[in-house]
């Protein structure tokens, strides 16, 4: 009886050395394009919690869906990661990422839309930070200069294609699609002219693909149709969002689709750029529309101190620090009422919110996004049409929806 009195306290005593030995220390994968922010959250939360030390380890947005999917699935992730609303319920399918219910503060004063996509089998698997709606960021001297009325920016998709053929003239490109980098990227940008047609990707029941519908297919030509008609860069295949702000702030580009976050930075880069925002213009007699995208804090399965990563991001969820920290809307309510937010520049992206609808909610939404990017590749390398190349994306993703 002494012997098992001894074996179970030599086992208990290593467990608990096991447990400990990660205690103390969060490993944060948080994207570059908030790295100040966070290093000063890092700091604030260290100084409150002595005990606990924050290592970040930065991210960028290429190839980040697959290296977070393969470090959730080798076993050795990190504590937090932040991650895309829609990658969420594919994690939670795939028990890779821990349920948040008892993590989460104030829950009714999140955005709703935003608890959906974090939502799987009735439990909460990711806390969102962040909400945004795409618009259209354009340069008001290029409209000026093309003899466009910048205080009247286009409302439709011909309006939109036609300011874009008169600003692209002397090296100047009138509007930037993106087509590299990042899969969400141009899925945020794509989708909402493809809702806005009436078509969609899948369909409402989740069952089968219909991206090559001719609604679908029309959205996809007249989103590429930038890229053939020369009105969009000559590096539109590998460019990102970020590529694209660095274009339109170089005075390359007079138009792209992007959220308020590009503000802030291209004010930093060039103070006299005289900046306009609209809605993204729609078919003539129809609506616009947008996705409701954003990013949310997950804990890995295997993290190795999910205990200090849950005070971790209830730190970083205070209604302050949520404010503060992200690029777009936060999405807690009463952080909206924060001065930063009160800006008249973001009165345009602010519009846009009521139009947002949220992704496809299914578990393969990470693989159905790639499938059609990788279409769009092909239209835009003259590869395939775009009735050819959404066929294919078609087939791909009835093979997901099937499995």
């Not at 409302?155 to 002397?170: E, L, P």
């Not at 730190?315 to 302050?320: G, I, P």
């Not at 924060?338 to 992704?359: C, E, I, T, V």
Request: hydrophobic share 40%; glycine share 8%.
């Amino acid at each position: 009886m002494k012997g098992l009195r001894i074996a179970a306290a030599t086992v208990s005593a290593f467990a608990l050395m096991a447990g400990s030995a990660f205690a103390g220390e969060v490993v944060w994968w948080t994207p570059n394009w908030g790295q100040a922010r966070a290093e000063k959250l890092a700091a604030d939360f260290q100084k409150a919690n002595p005990g606990i030390t924050i290592k970040m380890e930065v991210t960028t947005s290429n190839g980040l869906p697959q290296r977070i999917l393969t470090a959730l699935q080798s076993g050795a992730a990190p504590d937090v990661i932040e991650v895309q609303h829609p990658w969420v319920q594919g994690y939670a399918q795939s028990d890779l990422v821990q349920p948040l219910d008892d993590v989460i503060q104030d829950k009714d004063d999140y955005n709703k839309a935003s608890i959906n996509y974090d939502t799987y089998d009735g439990k909460l698997y990711g806390i969102p930070y962040r909400i945004e709606c795409v618009g259209v960021l354009y340069n008001l001297a290029d409209f000026t200069g093309a003899g466009l009325d910048p205080a009247n920016p286009p409302q439709t998709w011909d309006q939109w294609m036609d300011a874009a053929k008169k600003m692209t003239t002397g090296g100047k490109f009138g509007m930037a699609i993106t087509g590299g980098g990042e899969v969400g990227n141009t899925i945020t940008r794509l989708l909402p002219l493809i809702w806005m047609n009436g078509g969609d990707i899948i369909s409402g029941d989740g069952k089968s693909a219909v991206v090559n519908s001719p609604e679908a297919v029309a959205a996809v030509k007249f989103y590429t149709d930038f890229y053939k008609n020369k009105y969009s860069p000559d590096s539109t295949l590998q460019n990102d969002g970020i590529a694209n702000r660095q274009l339109f702030i170089a005075g390359k580009v007079s138009m792209y689709q992007t959220g308020q976050y590009d503000i802030a930075p291209i004010m930093q880069a060039k103070a006299d750029l005289k900046l306009g925002a609209m809605a993204t213009p729609h078919p003539d007699g129809k609506q616009t529309a947008g996705v409701i995208g954003g990013w949310s804090y997950v804990i890995p399965k295997d993290a190795k101190n999910p205990d200090d990563a849950k005070k971790f991001i209830q730190f970083l969820n205070t209604s302050d620090n949520q404010g503060f920290f992200t690029d777009t809307f936060p999405a807690r309510a009463s952080s909206l009422k924060l001065p930063r937010f009160q800006d008249p520049m973001l009165k345009q992206f602010a519009a846009m919110l009521p139009y947002g609808r949220p992704a496809p909610n299914t578990p393969h939404w990470v693989e159905i996004s790639q499938a059609v990017f990788d279409g769009v590749q092909r239209i835009l390398s003259g590869d395939q049409d775009p009735k050819a190349a959404m066929d294919q994306a078609n087939e791909e993703i009835q093979a997901l929806l099937d499995s």
